[in-house]
């Protein structure tokens, strides 16, 4: 395989495990405040697990060593079809987002429980 066709299906695969995990994170509020806790959880849950994959790769996905094999470019979206801003921020943004979900989550669920 090419170098440039292996760095698009890296790319690919990477930008469609991103919208996954964002798609989580943007819907835990939303599935807390529909009252959808299993959904809401199971959020909770597969972004717990990209975090712990982060951590343990240094804070970087591991799509990301894949696609340096293929490409000089280092770029910060240089291994995922996103605009440069939000690859360069995506933790952040996203840290952000899932922090405030688990807070509204945890003290929706804390409320319910002692009604």
Same mark, same amino acid.
């Given at each position: 395989?090419?170098? %440039? &066709?292996? /760095?698009?299906?890296?790319? =690919?695969?990477?930008?469609?495990?991103? !919208?996954?995990?964002?798609?989580?994170? @943007? +819907?835990?509020?939303? %599935? &807390?405040? /529909?009252?959808?806790?299993? =959904?809401?959880?199971?959020?909770?849950? !597969?972004?717990?697990?990209?975090?712990? @994959? +982060?951590?343990?790769?240094?804070?970087?996905?591991?799509?990301?060593? =894949?696609?340096?094999?293929?490409?000089?470019?280092?770029?910060?979206?240089?291994?995922?079809?996103?605009?440069?801003?939000?690859?360069?921020?995506?933790?952040?943004?996203?840290?952000?987002?899932?922090?405030?979900?688990?807070?509204?989550?945890?003290?929706?669920?804390?409320?319910?429980?002692?009604?």
């Amino acid at each position: 395989m090419r170098p %440039a &066709t292996a /760095l698009l299906l890296v790319k =690919l695969v990477h930008t469609l495990a991103w !919208a996954f995990f964002a798609g989580c994170v @943007v +819907l835990l509020p939303i %599935a &807390t405040w /529909l009252g959808h806790d299993r =959904l809401a959880a199971a959020c909770i849950g !597969a972004t717990l697990v990209e975090i712990a @994959v +982060l951590a343990r790769n240094g804070w970087a996905c591991p799509l990301t060593a =894949l696609a340096a094999r293929y490409t000089r470019d280092r770029r910060d979206n240089f291994d995922i079809f996103l605009p440069l801003w939000l690859a360069r921020y995506n933790k952040q943004v996203f840290g952000t987002l899932f922090a405030a979900g688990l807070a509204y989550a945890a003290l929706r669920w804390l409320a319910s429980a002692a009604a």
